[in-house]
């Protein structure tokens, strides 16, 4: 058994926490990769410095998300973690795409709005785990730990196993280490 930490409110104040509490459970179980999400870079160099001896994977906004052709990730700070080993994507996320396109009802939208019941850090952290899976940074047959948060920050950490996002379902949460209430 282990305990969950539940945070009184979300935000970047929990991303210490967070992390150590990630990076705690992963000692103990041996999990050796780590997805982590960040837009500005304020969690991925938190993450870097936490998880120096672990696979990283650093899951950032896709391009012109905010405004067109515009990255929020910064480049130099993208060099920086590559030169230290981690993995930084940047692509399409994994229940957006042109599921946006569509009406309300897109299975896209149902599952975005079905995760965000739990938090938005669960619902952004099972699809960076979809992303980097996509990708092949990740295994599907191996757990993760998936860190991410709203708005700013890290307030969620999950133990999943991994899935390709046209297998989501296949996708396991087998453990909530930290989130908001």
């Known amino acids: 058994m282990s305990e969950i930490i539940y945070f009184e409110t979300s935000g970047p104040e929990n991303t210490d926490l967070t992390l150590q509490i990630a990076k705690g459970y992963a ?3 041996g999990i050796k990769r780590i997805v982590v999400a960040s837009t500005t870079g304020y969690t991925a160099q938190k ?18 998300l905010r405004e067109p052709n515009g990255q929020e990730f910064p480049s130099d700070l993208r060099e920086q973690l590559e030169a230290g080993g981690a993995k930084v994507l940047t ?13 309300a009802g897109s299975i896209g939208q149902i599952i975005r709005d079905t995760l965000r019941i739990f938090c938005q850090g669960v619902k952004v952290a099972v699809e960076i785990a979809a992303m980097a899976a996509d990708a092949g940074l990740v295994r599907t047959d191996e757990d993760v730990i998936s860190i991410a948060g709203t708005g700013k920050g890290a307030d969620t950490a999950l133990v999943v196993t991994p899935a390709i996002s046209r297998r989501l379902f296949e996708m396991r949460v087998k453990k909530i280490l930290a989130k908001p209430l």
């Open 91 to 103: 692509t399409s996320h994994a229940f957006d795409g042109v599921n946006r396109l569509a009406d």
């Open 47 to 64: 993450a870097a410095e936490v998880f120096k001896d672990f696979s990283l994977v650093v899951v950032t906004h896709v391009a012109g």
């Open 27 to 29: 000692e103990k179980e």
